[in-house]
């Protein structure tokens, strides 16, 4: 059973940047893909950013485009959001999951289920 650690998150101006990091222990070749989500008060749980290690495609919702960059050390086992240009709809809670191929949770990372999850880190970005 892998497990998640989610660190990085904090206060923020509008235009920063932060770095999210997720640490993965127990992580196995079986799973498909890894991402990031996050959720806004009131709001659900969106994708972030994911990546497919099955065929090495990396998606990014159209709203942190150009802006957000996902990456990982597997060498450290460890997943990255470097986030730029922050802006106050970025504020939430921020999750890293990992995936079993299956029905997508999010039509961001197809025939992805992501299944484990992290505590999440918050970020908050001021106005």
């Known amino acids: 059973q892998v497990q998640l650690v989610e660190s990085g998150g904090g206060l923020v101006q509008a235009g920063g940047s932060l770095r999210l990091s997720c640490s993965a222990s127990?992580?196995?070749?079986?799973?498909?893909?890894i991402g990031w989500f996050r959720q806004a008060p009131g709001k659900e749980r969106e994708g972030v950013s994911c990546?497919?290690?099955?065929?090495?495609?990396?998606n990014y919702a159209n709203s942190v485009k150009g802006r957000f960059t996902i990456s990982r050390d597997t060498t450290k086992n460890t997943l990255y959001l470097q986030m730029n240009s922050l802006k106050p709809d970025d504020t939430g809670v921020y999750y890293c999951?990992?995936?079993?191929?299956?029905?997508?949770?999010?039509?961001?990372?197809?025939?992805?289920?992501?299944?484990?999850w992290g505590q999440g880190t918050q970020v908050t970005v001021s106005s």
């Open positions: 127990g992580f196995t070749s079986d799973y498909y893909g």
């Open positions: 999951a990992t995936a079993l191929p299956g029905i997508a949770t999010t039509p961001l990372c197809p025939a992805l289920t992501f299944g484990s």
């Open positions: 990546i497919n290690f099955r065929d090495g495609s990396t």
